[in-house]
Nanobody, 120 residues
């Protein structure tokens, strides 16, 4: 069983910044991809950014140039630096990891979510 724990969410004024972190723990062989997703009120969950083990990144168009995803493989931790925040960024942000177990099987694990609220 793999556990993902997010932190860093909160309330911020438009134009401000937040840094989210997510640490994975458990019987992990490796994590090939880690990412952040978000779900705004009345909308479906959407991809925000992903990062592979070799640091290849992918961003949603809506956050390009404002958000930066990074990871610390030694700590099994992924970060999301969010700058120039807009009210439309308000959502519950979820950490995700594609975890490889020692058996060789893969499993997509999710965190509990952390609320980010951006006020005008």
């Amino acid at each position: 069983q793999v556990q993902l724990v997010e932190s860093g969410g909160g309330l911020v004024q438009a134009g401000g910044s937040l840094r989210l972190s997510c640490a994975a723990s458990g019987s992990i062989f490796s994590i090939d991809v880690m990412g952040w997703y978000r779900q705004a009120p009345g909308k479906q969950r959407e991809l925000v950014a992903t990062i592979t083990s070799d640091s290849s990144t992918n961003y949603a168009d809506s956050v390009k140039g404002r958000f930066t995803i990074s990871r610390d493989n030694a700590k099994n931790t992924v970060y999301l630096q969010m700058n120039s925040l807009k009210p439309e960024d308000t959502a519950v942000y979820y950490c995700n990891a594609r975890v490889r177990y020692y058996s060789g099987s893969y499993f997509s694990s999710w965190g509990q979510g952390t609320q980010v609220t951006v006020s005008s």
